[in-house]
């Protein structure tokens, strides 16, 4: 028998049957323990992003005479070619992200709404677009979360989000030029004033 911590609590352990034992367990005890075996492989996905990032930060890689992280990942941690880049690309990713927003995604790692094939995705389609902000990102997340594998790319095509983000920049400026405007009338009024002005008059030039 082998143990395993399960998410929902760091501190219990969950114990993994042999194959032979897995048939003996009844159909529903078998779907839960499952699910509890994917939880706790979601919340390792996010423990190797941010061990990954601090081996990154380090060079450790170098040290160990890989010329780059992801040979490092691919020869001693022994993951595929693909595995290897999705979680790179995840990592530096999120890296520079400031602390809340880097617990929220990784938080949403754990639950599912989010994988690394999301994160992945997500960090090749910025190379097509202009610089963003960390809350623009923020915002490609949240339009990629819980999607299929089939339909992400589909959310983050380059025509599709530059118009979300051209309309969304257009909102803004329009609220900024309507407050701008509020803002000029109003100092436009008050320029009118004199110091002859009773308070009556000046209340009814508003």
């Known amino acids: 028998m082998k143990s395993m911590n399960c998410q929902d609590n760091p501190n219990q352990i969950l114990t993994v049957p042999e194959t032979s034992n897995l048939q003996k367990l009844h159909s529903d005890d078998l779907l839960s323990y499952t699910q509890k075996l994917a939880a706790s492989e979601r919340k390792i996905y996010a423990a190797v992003i941010e061990a990954l990032e601090e081996i990154e930060r380090r060079k450790l890689y170098l040290a160990k005479g890989y010329s780059s992280l992801f040979l490092f990942c691919t020869e001693v941690l022994k993951y595929s070619a693909g595995a290897a880049q999705r979680r790179i690309e995840s990592m530096r990713l999120i890296k ?71 309309r969304e920049g257009k909102e803004r400026a329009s609220q900024c030029g309507y407050d701008a405007t509020r803002e000029a009338q109003r100092r436009s009024r008050q320029s009118r004033w004199t110091f002859s002005d009773t308070p009556m008059k000046r209340l009814r030039s508003f």
């Open 96 to 166: 520079n992200f400031p602390r809340a927003q880097k617990t929220e995604v990784k938080s949403k790692l754990q639950k599912g709404s989010l994988s690394l094939s999301h994160l992945s995705q997500v960090s090749k389609a910025l190379r097509s677009l202009p610089p963003q902000s960390c809350h623009e990102k923020m915002q490609l997340l949240s339009r990629v979360e819980n999607t299929t594998q089939r339909d992400c790319p589909q959310t983050l095509d380059l025509g599709v989000v530059m118009k979300v983000q051209m």
